[in-house]
């Protein structure tokens, strides 16, 4: 029978211990940690749900959250991380588990507080990562189930980034800086045009997610090839969407710190195109 070792009791309910390999693991299990000591055993028949943080710094920034957590929030916040390991299916970055939970101690404690919270990106991350967002209702909709508070919607974009970092093991700081710059980058658009974007149209999903794969190409530096034809005409057809592509990809450059290849103008003016015409 699988046995594990205490290393350390966090609280009645959560502990670290060490399994048989040697390797750290978060134990948690009702009354798991009541008058448990260094060195005694535990069998693996008594653990609820366990966790692996291989990284060294994860484990210690985790083990110092803990203690701000009540058993309830924690057991809450323990079970949205097993709802969006379900649905997601695949392995998430063990990150996670310190990210998630220091933002959601944050955010329920603001809460409690009577502090609202606002989210200026929630639409484009809406768009953005549908998937995510989706899973990130559910994840919202337990915590408030569960908990005296209710998170609002705005709350349910930054755990959607949480989880879209986890999955595509990304810096949820970054994700959040590009978001910021997609929503600088459609207002300059919004206001150079003259239009208002819908929202929750086709055309708007279609648009920021092709300026997020410009942010993702040039973070890289991959390069798109220019279709000189294509750009001579759209620069003669189509100034205005030319100039404002041109505005856009210096924002951009600026915020990114990286160049930006001449042929994401091409692209860009195509997609302000479309959007002009159908506002017409």
């Known amino acids: 029978m699988e046995k594990f070792f205490v290393k350390k009791v966090l609280n009645n309910n959560v502990l670290i211990a060490a399994s048989d390999d040697k390797t750290e693991v978060v134990l948690i299990g009702r009354g798991i940690g009541f008058g448990r000591h260094q060195g005694d055993s535990i069998v693996r028949s008594s653990v609820e749900k366990l966790f692996v943080l291989k990284d060294r710094s994860e484990q210690e920034q985790y083990k110092k959250l803990l203690p701000h957590l009540d058993d309830e929030t924690l057991k809450v916040i323990i079970a949205a991380v097993e709802l969006i390991r379900e ?9 996670i ?14 809460m409690m507080r009577g502090m609202g919270i606002s989210n200026p990106f929630l639409l484009e991350t809406k768009a953005l990562y549908p998937f995510e967002y989706e899973i990130a209702e559910e994840v919202t909709k337990l915590i408030n189930s569960k908990l005296t508070i209710k998170l609002p919607e705005g709350e349910t974009g930054f755990i959607a980034l949480h989880i879209h970092s986890a999955v595509a093991n990304k810096d949820v ?3 959040s800086r590009h978001s910021e710059l997609i929503a600088t980058l459609v207002g300059m658009i919004e206001s150079q045009l003259e239009v ?17 794969y410009t942010i993702e190409r040039v973070v890289r530096g991959e390069k798109v090839e220019e279709p000189e034809k294509i750009a001579n005409l759209l620069k003669a057809e189509y100034p205005v969407c030319y100039n404002l592509s041109w505005k856009l990809i210096k924002v ?8 930006v290849y001449d042929a ?3 692209y860009l003016t195509m997609h302000l195109q479309r959007i002009q015409t159908k506002m017409k």
């Open 252 to 259: 951009m450059q600026q915020t990114l710190k990286h160049p």
């Open 173 to 175: 700081k970054d994700l």
């Open 87 to 95: 649905r997601v299916g695949e392995t998430l970055n063990e990150h």
């Open 97 to 110: 588990h310190v990210g998630l939970t220091d933002h959601l101690l944050f955010a329920v404690n603001r």
């Open 264 to 266: 994401e103008a091409v």
């Open 196 to 212: 208002e974007l819908d929202k929750e149209s086709i055309d708007y999903m279609r648009l920021v997610r092709h300026i997020r």
